[in-house]
């Protein structure tokens, strides 16, 4: 169980990152066009964010049943908790970018792309602390 918990923790930081890299990438090419993408590409960067989004709540729920599950939770130091600090800073950015694009498509807007590349920013600084720290802390 504890072995497919890390085989889905592993697979997730693949998908995130590539969602993370492949709509980073888009994003800044809408932003430099100064126009709206067009259908096909806003409709594969909202796939892209959905699969983005799926992927953090998989890292951790997968991540929390390891920690409880194989770990003493009180013996793990502090670069468990750094990791900690930087796995927030990818699920807050995330859920918010996932809010904005969900109320875009509803509402037929533009989301507020600026805003989007800085949150996509935030969440990428964080994934490299969760790894750095987490290879460290289970090192
Ligand atoms: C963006 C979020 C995350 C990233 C990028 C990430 C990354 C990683 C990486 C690279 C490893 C492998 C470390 C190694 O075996 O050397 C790992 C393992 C682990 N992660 Fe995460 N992680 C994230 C979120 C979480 C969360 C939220 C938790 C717990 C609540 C968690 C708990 C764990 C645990 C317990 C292991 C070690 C599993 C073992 O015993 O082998 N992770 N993570």
Redesign the pocket.
């Known amino acids: 169980m ?1 072995i497919a ?2 085989i889905i ?2 697979f ?2 693949f998908a ?2 590539a969602a993370s890299i492949g709509n980073g990438l888009l994003l800044k090419k809408v932003i430099a066009s100064n126009a709206p993408p067009p259908p096909m590409v806003a409709q594969t960067m909202s796939v892209i964010g959905k699969i983005g989004f799926g992927a ?1 709540i998989l ?2 729920l ?3 049943g ?2 409880l599950g ?2 003493d939770i009180a013996a ?1 130091d502090w670069m ?1 908790w750094v ?2 600090v ?3 800073a ?2 807050v950015p995330v859920t918010m970018m996932t809010a904005i694009a969900l109320k875009a498509e509803k509402t037929g807007t533009r989301p507020d792309l600026k805003r989007m590349k800085t949150l996509g920013s935030i969440g990428r600084g ?2 490299a602390i ?2 750095i720290f ?2 460290l ?3």
């Open positions: 504890l918990l890390k923790h592993m997730s930081l995130g990152g953090v890292l951790w997968s991540g929390l390891m920690t194989r770990h793990l468990f990791k900690m930087g796995a927030t990818v699920l964080g994934v969760a790894i987490g290879v802390a289970f090192n």
